[in-house]
C-alpha cells in the first residue's frame, strides 16, 4: 500500500486528487494539508511514501516545504508544476523533488508518477527536462566546461555508463530495457548500481548529472 499525503490550499484540488487516488486499490490518502508548513507537520506525524505536493501556496511555498520534509526524511515528494512556472519546478529539484507533474495531467500520469516516485524510479519526461534545461542553461555548464570525467561518472562501467546516458534522455525502464535487450529485472538493478555510483538520491537528480556533464546535450 502506497501512502499519500495531498498538499494545496485549494480544497476543490485535493477533493479532486482524493477522488483520482481513490480509485486504485494499493493507495491510501492518509491525509491533506492547506499550505507548506501543514504538509510539513503532517508529512512528519504520517510519514507517508509519497507527498502530492502544490508548489504556490500561501505562507510557506511548496518548495521551502519539500526541502524540509526532503531533509527530515519524511517522505519523498512529487511537485505539481506547470510550464510558465520552469523557476518553481527548477527550485523543487534543488530543493529535494523526486518528480514532476503539470497540474492539468491526465488523471492516469497522476497514478503513474505516484507510484514511480514511491519506487524510487522517478521519471523525468525528456520534454521537462528539457524544457527545465533550456530555461536555466547559465547555471549548467558550457559545452567547454563539461566534465564527463567527473569522478563519479569514472566509477560506472562502460555499460552503466550508456544506461546513465540513456537515462539522461529521458528513458523509462521499459524503454531502457529494448534498447538494451535486456529484463526490465535486469535494468532496475543496473540503475540501482548507478545511483549509488553516482551518489545520487533518485533518478531525478541522475538526469540532471547526466545534461550537467556534458553527456547529454
Same mark, same amino acid.
Request: overall charge negative; aromatic content about 4%.
Given at each position: 500500500? $502506497?501512502?499519500? !499525503?495531498? @498538499?494545496?490550499?485549494?480544497?476543490?484540488?485535493? #477533493?479532486? =486528487?482524493?477522488?483520482?487516488? @481513490?480509485?486504485?486499490?494499493?493507495?491510501?490518502? %492518509?491525509?491533506?494539508?492547506?499550505?507548506? @508548513?501543514?504538509? *510539513?507537520?503532517?508529512?512528519?506525524?504520517?510519514?507517508?511514501?509519497?507527498?502530492?505536493?502544490?508548489?504556490?501556496?500561501?505562507?510557506?511555498? &511548496? $518548495?521551502?516545504?519539500?526541502?524540509? $520534509? +526532503?531533509?527530515?526524511?519524511?517522505? #519523498?515528494?512529487?511537485? !505539481?508544476?506547470? =510550464?510558465? /512556472?520552469?523557476?518553481?519546478?527548477?527550485?523543487?529539484?534543488?530543493?529535494?523533488?523526486? &518528480? =514532476?507533474?503539470?497540474?492539468?495531467?491526465?488523471?492516469?500520469?497522476?497514478?503513474?508518477?505516484?507510484?514511480? +516516485?514511491?519506487?524510487?524510479?522517478?521519471?523525468?519526461?525528456?520534454?521537462?527536462?528539457?524544457? /527545465?534545461?533550456?530555461?536555466?542553461?547559465?547555471? !549548467?555548464? @558550457?559545452?567547454?566546461?563539461?566534465?564527463?570525467?567527473?569522478?563519479?561518472?569514472?566509477?560506472?562501467?562502460p555499460r552503466e555508463r550508456e544506461i546513465f546516458v540513456a537515462m539522461g534522455e529521458?528513458?523509462?525502464?521499459?524503454?531502457?530495457?529494448?534498447? =538494451?535487450?535486456?529484463?526490465?529485472?535486469? +535494468?532496475?538493478?543496473?540503475?540501482?548500481? $548507478?545511483?549509488? #555510483?553516482?551518489?545520487?538520491?533518485?533518478?531525478?537528480?541522475? %538526469? *540532471?548529472?547526466?545534461?550537467?556533464?556534458?553527456? *547529454?546535450?
Amino acid at each position: 500500500m $502506497i501512502t499519500i !499525503l495531498l @498538499a494545496d490550499d485549494q480544497a476543490l484540488i485535493r #477533493k479532486g =486528487f482524493r477522488l483520482v487516488l @481513490a480509485g486504485e486499490d494499493d493507495f491510501s490518502v %492518509v491525509g491533506e494539508a492547506i499550505d507548506g @508548513a501543514d504538509a *510539513v507537520r503532517q508529512a512528519a506525524r504520517l510519514g507517508p511514501d509519497v507527498v502530492v505536493m502544490d508548489v504556490r501556496m500561501p505562507g510557506t511555498d &511548496g $518548495i521551502e516545504a519539500t526541502r524540509r $520534509i +526532503v531533509e527530515a526524511g519524511s517522505a #519523498k515528494v512529487l511537485i !505539481l508544476t506547470t =510550464f510558465d /512556472l520552469d523557476e518553481f519546478a527548477y527550485a523543487g529539484l534543488r530543493a529535494g523533488a523526486s &518528480g =514532476f507533474l503539470l497540474k492539468d495531467a491526465p488523471p492516469g500520469d497522476l497514478v503513474s508518477a505516484i507510484r514511480s +516516485v514511491a519506487s524510487g524510479d522517478a521519471v523525468v519526461a525528456p520534454s521537462v527536462t528539457r524544457r /527545465l534545461l533550456d530555461a536555466y542553461a547559465d547555471r !549548467l555548464p @558550457a559545452p567547454g566546461q563539461a566534465s564527463a570525467d567527473d569522478p563519479r561518472v569514472a566509477r560506472l562501467t562502460p555499460r552503466e555508463r550508456e544506461i546513465f546516458v540513456a537515462m539522461g534522455e529521458g528513458l523509462s525502464n521499459p524503454e531502457l530495457a529494448d534498447r =538494451f535487450v535486456l529484463s526490465e529485472g535486469t +535494468v532496475k538493478t543496473h540503475v540501482g548500481r $548507478i545511483l549509488a #555510483k553516482l551518489e545520487v538520491r533518485d533518478r531525478v537528480q541522475a %538526469v *540532471v548529472l547526466a545534461h550537467r556533464v556534458g553527456l *547529454v546535450r
